[in-house]
């Protein structure tokens, strides 16, 4: 199986703040990697695709980056409603999908 | 609009069976594939198996392999997750998702999940 390690666990910020979240897998899976948030008692939200493609209606704050194996999501101003846990999920092995253990997004 | 409406909470005692539902609207339920995922109270996603409805192809996660059972009723448009004896740790909230599109392996949109809690 394929393992994503996500880092850091948590992490508190300020508004404002441009936060980096990074995701690793433990074999090379492309550029098949999603991000997710999810808000306490609430579904996740699909945010970024393909590593880097922005879902509709997400905003242009949010950005994905990376390849291979190391893939990163940025926020690059916080805002309020931002505050939650992320997770990555590779998508290169169907149907053995895997998500990270989750980055909790905190309020400093 | 594409939509997974799931079946509600369910509180039931070990050694009972159970099975949940996903009901898909808005598109095309044959053509696209429905994942289930676990998370266990205050933990991570854990993605349990997956089942195309057209033709109930099922594959599952290994750590899931002969715990669950997925399937499908096409002419309702509705995917299940079954259980024929439940445990102490099967008490989580389920999630059905469908993928995005046909290629990038993402999920979108997500049911509302179902909390399963199972306790003596």
């Known amino acids: 199986d394929i393992q994503m390690t996500q880092s850091p666990s948590s992490v508190s910020a300020s508004v404002g703040d441009r936060v980096t979240i990074t995701c690793r897998a433990s074999?090379?899976?492309?550029?098949?990697l999603a991000w997710y948030q999810q808000k306490p008692g609430k579904a996740p939200k699909l945010l970024i695709y393909a590593a880097s493609s922005l879902q509709s209606g997400v905003p242009s704050r949010f950005s994905g980056s990376g390849s291979g194996t190391d893939f990163t999501l940025t926020i690059s101003s916080l805002q309020p409603e931002d505050f939650a846990t992320y997770y990555c999920?590779?998508?290169?092995?169907?149907?053995?999908?895997?998500f990270g253990q989750g980055t909790k997004l905190e309020i400093k | 609009e594409v939509q997974l409406v799931q079946s509600g909470a369910e509180v039931k005692k070990p050694g009972e069976s159970l099975k949940i539902s996903c009901k898909g609207s808005?598109?095309?339920?044959?053509?696209?594939?429905i994942g289930w995922v676990r998370q266990m109270p205050g933990k991570g996603l854990e993605w349990m198996g997956i089942i195309y409805p057209g033709d109930s192809d099922t594959r599952y996660s290994p750590s899931f392999q002969g715990q669950v059972t997925i399937s499908a009723d096409k002419s309702i448009s509705t995917a299940y997750l079954q259980w024929s004896s439940l445990k102490a740790s099967d008490t989580a909230m389920y999630y059905c998702a469908r993928p995005y599109d046909f290629w990038s392996g993402a999920f979108d949109p997500w049911g509302q999940g179902t909390l399963v809690t199972v306790s003596s």
């Open positions: 999920q590779q998508a290169n092995s169907f149907p053995l999908y895997t």
């Open positions: 808005g598109y095309s339920f044959t053509s696209y594939w």
């Open positions: 074999q090379g899976i492309s550029s098949w």
